[in-house]
């Protein structure tokens, strides 16, 4: 997906140098110098120029209909802003929220912008490929988000009071209709607004708007002067024309269909002016204020004092309101107010006083010269203002003290400087320099943040660029946490610290396997304090016989994974089935005379016997043919520290216990399938363990111990496999926060399963592919621990995601489970690029116009391929087009049907 960028002219040529943007998907420019365009020709000129510069010979309509693109309006001089002018309103540095997880400390506003955006456009119809937005704005939505209509234009709205909506354009529609668009108002008054409420509704255009291809093309005409781009503007003209009854008639454009929507959730923050700036910061650190959601507790004395990327050496109280200090020096010889905005100041030794309202920004020009800008905080440089030339230009810093010192006592600007206009300052900025500095102050702000851990956002940032910091800079890693910091903490900071010292060319293994270590801690904790007390609960000559199903993941795989759903939860829905009729996966226990243990696996034909705690505890060996049954016989109380009784031998217990025994595995299923098929194995050996030695475990605290079983193993995972397993049928498992992870179970229809006219179209084919989940996992889960900021957005998505899945299972939609599958799909390979290896891909590549869609279950990367057809035909010839294609000699179709049982346990 394209970006496409419209900037002020001197931030075109330098703005992925700045930034760190990939060029090939970051396209830039500007509205033609001296000439206006508008909204809508100047959508038309960032159109015309990308595609003159990424068409690749492609003609106009050829090259729209290609990708999909994101167009962001930037290209304005920002005069009521003029803290940001130079750079742009669109690379507003934007201080961490208090009560998020995973920002950067260098993001800007056009960070927080593009999440949402990418969000809508990857949900919109095929004939849609331009979205429009402002670069000014700051949207927020609920998780989960509408679908998007299938219409030529879509507008986004929010619902908001007229004395707010009068500033603004607004959307008009029926009461019968009120997706329908009626006609666009530009700024109506509140009396009209009020009129409009008695037969209808309005929406307050937020400034999204999705243009279908036709639309794009309709708007170009209309802003094409022959080959010339003209002055349109996309919402007082075109957007006036669109409608039932639009406020301009011009048929052509009101043949177009529109849609309007509500933005559920939705909150709009403005970046426009100086006192916005701070009043939507304020407004977004607020929007949580229950205690427990906030992840650091700061000092701060006002919530509208806003300091980053700032060295201060002042104290700041309680009466500098509405302050902040950006890419700036606050020496001790500084005395602020209130209403004070502070950017761009060099390192300094001033003696400098701001009254209420003053305001500094110095900016960068040439090689070594600074433009120095004193204002008041309300100042618009409207009209002329932005065109006077009223402000020095100083060779150093401490003439730019004594300049500064004498303006902000009201001196005039001193007549042996060059003196520059606001709009000269922005055209002339040195922003590499400006930017340079912003990254000085940063570094050292770097150290401050570890040292005040516990009142600084520093472990809740995205530590993976927390890491490339410190290992660009060079900087030391801060000081070892003591043991009486929260376990999280300390398991962020061995991640981070593990991350550092990999990223310089440095062992960082033994930090890794620590926050490994940790993370166990806190998960085995409770239940390894619950120690057991195995009893004999079968006759001599009984069996113990557990069978268990396997499971298919359809939604929100992944989030059952810690930490991020000790952090945040967890949101899966699988289902449990059956391959071939059977449940494949069997464990059966029977008692032996010798005390002594014997472990039997009759798909691999292995054989060990156990005859001491020294063998029963030696179970972490992944791979090892009987480390789940030696390590589900710890838990059960064989060993010492997990038994409430003590014994000097395991033959001493055993004979205690009244017999030795004989456990015997059946995975009728290949390694690696993708099915679950190791944890939910654990389950039901730990369900047969319970059941032989009367330990009373239901499924739930099967569950349970089957995610210690796991850590204790060091293979790590989450809980939706045995929970997937030894619950039957189709249900949604969700998680809160912490480390108790027993997640509740909501039983789902299985209609779309089991009814005739769908049962067939579930098709399951091995695909002869294995891979381990381990290698897959350990890396997802270092960037859950260092709060990978792209990671944990796309987590966030398929929780959200999870929550459509679950709707669409109530209403048995048989057609938008499968396509909302198909999202699952590209989720996960979206989290894990190696989740869908070559082979898979070329063998779906061929049936996919047959699927709604398909999915590899679990980690991916082999095993199973999961199938929805669109109807029995289509299965039919899936089935016939892929045996035509085998992959390899073991692949092959296997019959699958919902287990409504889940986990069994019987007795001879």
């Not at 507003?92 to 993001?107: A, D, N, Y």
């Not at 390192?347 to 920004?361: E, K």
């Not at 898979?840 to 590549?845: E, K, Q």
Request: hydrophobic share 40%; net charge negative; aromatic share 8%.
């Amino acid at each position: 997906m394209k970006k496409l960028l419209s900037l002020p002219p001197n931030l075109v040529g330098c703005f992925h140098e700045i930034t760190g943007a990939d060029p090939l998907e970051y396209f830039c420019t500007s509205d033609p110098v001296g000439r206006k365009l508008g909204s809508g020709g100047g959508t038309t000129w960032l159109l015309e120029r990308c595609h003159e510069a990424w068409g690749a010979g492609r003609g106009f309509d050829e090259w729209l209909a290609s990708d999909r693109r994101i167009l962001l309006h930037a290209g304005g001089q920002s005069r009521r802003l003029p803290s940001y002018a130079p750079s742009g309103k669109i690379l507003t540095p934007i201080p961490v929220f208090r009560w998020e997880r995973g920002q950067r400390l260098s993001q800007t506003l056009l960070d927080l912008q593009l999440p949402l955006y990418e969000r809508l456009m990857r949900m919109a119809p095929g004939n849609i490929h331009t979205m429009v937005v402002s670069g000014d704005v700051y949207i927020r939505a609920a998780a989960q988000l509408p679908p998007v209509p299938d219409a030529d234009v879509v507008c986004y709205g929010l619902w908001l009071d007229a004395s707010i909506a009068k500033d603004h354009g607004v959307f008009v529609s029926d009461r019968r209709t009120p997706s329908v668009l009626r006609r666009m108002l530009q700024k109506p008054s509140v009396a009209t607004l009020n009129e409009l409420l008695q037969t209808g509704f309005y929406l307050t255009d937020i400034g999204v708007w999705m243009l279908s291809d036709r639309a794009v093309r309709l708007l170009r005409s209309r802003s094409k002067r022959g080959a010339d781009t003209v002055e349109y503007d996309l919402y007082g003209e075109f957007g006036c024309s669109l409608g039932t009854d639009p406020v301009i008639d011009d048929p052509e454009l009101r043949s177009l269909s529109v849609a309007v929507v509500p933005l559920p959730g939705g909150e709009f923050y403005h970046f426009g002016t100086s006192g916005e700036m701070i009043s939507s910061m304020q407004a977004i650190q607020n929007i949580v204020n229950d205690q427990r959601e906030i992840m650091h507790h700061g000092r701060k004395p006002h919530p509208s004092i806003f300091v980053q990327n700032a060295i201060t050496e002042i104290t700041i109280t309680a009466e500098n309101t509405n302050l902040w200090i950006e890419n700036s020096h606050v020496g001790p010889g500084w005395t602020i107010s209130h209403d004070n905005i502070i950017t761009g100041v060099p390192r300094n030794d001033w003696h400098l006083s701001l009254g209420a309202g003053q305001c500094v920004d110095v900016v960068p020009v040439g090689e070594g010269s600074f433009a120095v800008r004193p204002y008041r905080i309300g100042d618009k440089f409207a009209g002329e203002e932005q065109q006077r030339r009223q402000f020095p230009v100083v060779a150093d810093v401490a003439e730019m003290g004594l300049v500064l010192a004498s303006m902000l006592a009201g001196g005039p600007a001193p007549e042996c400087c060059r003196l520059m206009s606001a709009e000269e300052i922005s055209n002339e900025a040195n922003l590499p320099r400006l930017v340079e500095q912003r990254r000085r102050y940063r570094r050292d702000n770097w150290a401050a943040l570890a040292r005040n851990y516990e009142h600084s956002v520093f472990y809740q940032t995205d530590l993976d660029d927390a890491a490339r910091e410190f290992a660009r800079c060079g900087m030391e890693l801060p000081a070892p946490l003591p043991v009486e910091a929260p376990l999280m903490t300390r398991i962020h900071d061995a991640m981070f610290r593990s991350e550092v010292l990999r990223l310089t060319g440095r062992d960082g293994s033994a930090d890794c396997r620590r926050a490994f270590g940790l993370l166990r801690e806190g998960l085995t904790e409770t239940v390894l304090a619950d120690r057991q007390e195995p009893r004999l609960s079968v006759y001599a000559d009984q069996i113990v016989w557990a069978r268990s199903p396997v499971r298919i993941d359809i939604a929100g795989g992944w989030t059952d994974t810690p930490p991020f759903c000790l952090m945040e939860g967890g949101n899966v829905i699988n289902l449990a089935i059956e391959l071939n009729g059977q449940p494949p996966l069997q464990a059966y226990i029977r008692p032996c005379r010798e005390p002594h243990i014997v472990l039997r696996s009759i798909d691999l034909g292995a054989v060990e016997v156990v005859e001491t705690y020294e063998q029963l505890a030696d179970f972490i060996h992944v791979g090892s043919p009987f480390s789940i049954p030696k390590a589900a016989l710890v838990l059960a109380g064989f060993q010492p520290g997990f038994s409430l009784e003590r014994h000097a031998s395991l033959r001493d217990q055993l004979e205690v216990f009244g017999c030795g025994m004989e456990l015997t595995l059946l995975s009728a299923i290949p390694a690696g399938s993708g099915l679950g098929t190791s944890s939910i194995l654990a389950a039901t050996v730990l369900g047969a363990v319970s059941d032989f030695c009367s330990l009373a475990w239901d499924k739930n605290e099967i569950g349970r111990r089957t995610l210690v079983l796991e850590q204790l193993l060091t293979t790590g995972g989450g809980w939706q496999d045995q929970y997937g397993g030894v619950h039957g049928g189709v249900k949604l498992l969700q998680t809160g926060r912490g480390f108790d992870q027993s997640p509740l179970v909501r039983w789902l229809p299985d209609d779309v399963y089991t009814q005739p006219d769908c049962a067939g179209c579930h098709l399951l084919y091995y695909t002869g592919i294995t891979r381990t989940a381990k290698s897959i996992l350990s890396e997802i889960v270092r960037r859950m621990f260092l709060n990978n900021n792209r990671q944990l957005a796309l987590l966030r998505e398929m929780k959200a995601h999870t929550i459509d899945m679950y709707e669409a299972l109530q209403r048995r939609d048989y057609r938008q489970v499968g396509l909302l599958m198909r999202e699952t799909w590209r989720q996960n390979q979206a989290l894990d690029s190696g989740t869908n290896p070559p082979e898979v891909d070329r063998l779906t590549g061929l049936v996919d116009d047959l699927c709604l869609g398909y999915k590899l279950p679990g980690a991916g990367g082999g095993g199973y391929l999961y199938m929805m057809a669109k109807d029995p035909e289509a299965a039919a010839r899936v089935k016939q087009v892929i045996n035509a294609n085998r992959m390899n000699a073991n692949a092959r179709f296997v019959d699958m049907t919902l287990s409504k049982a889940g986990l069994q346990v019987s007795r001879s």
